[in-house]
């Protein structure tokens, strides 16, 4: 009986152990959304829109003329440990609903935020890419992506309304 107690508390200690190592282990993950572009509400004149809107229900990415654009968001980090999340902003072109989107550039990444405990945290950028200037009139899809390292559960780096 003795020798079973001493094995059973040796057994438990080397599984504990190895749910520490695992628990601990970095893990990363990318997600991804896109919306259409929205009818604009700030007009210079009647059909000349200065700006597009992209509106994805929480936050959104607004592009102006020259190139320059702005990301707005909430994310979610599930759990106790902490995941370092970047938010990245990509242009193209594609039918309505943003079918067979033709991306314009790679995805450029402003925010850098690190996250523990539950926490949802506001992230805020911009950036400029002149180069969309030239094909501003023709820009119908924008695409967010969240790009998490360190512990991130499969749950975590979702887009949220703002608490």
Known sequence: ??????????TCAVLLMLGVSWSTQAISAEKSDQAAVSKNM???MPGDPRSHEFAFGQGKVLLDASGGWTVDAWIHHAGLFCGTYRIGVQFGVGTQGCQGVSWLEQPVFVTRHKQCNNAITHHSGFGETPGLADQFKDISCARRIVRCSGKCAASSGNFVSAP
């Open 1 to 10: 009986m003795k020798g079973l107690v001493k094995e059973s508390t040796v």
């Open 42 to 44: 700030h007009m210079a």
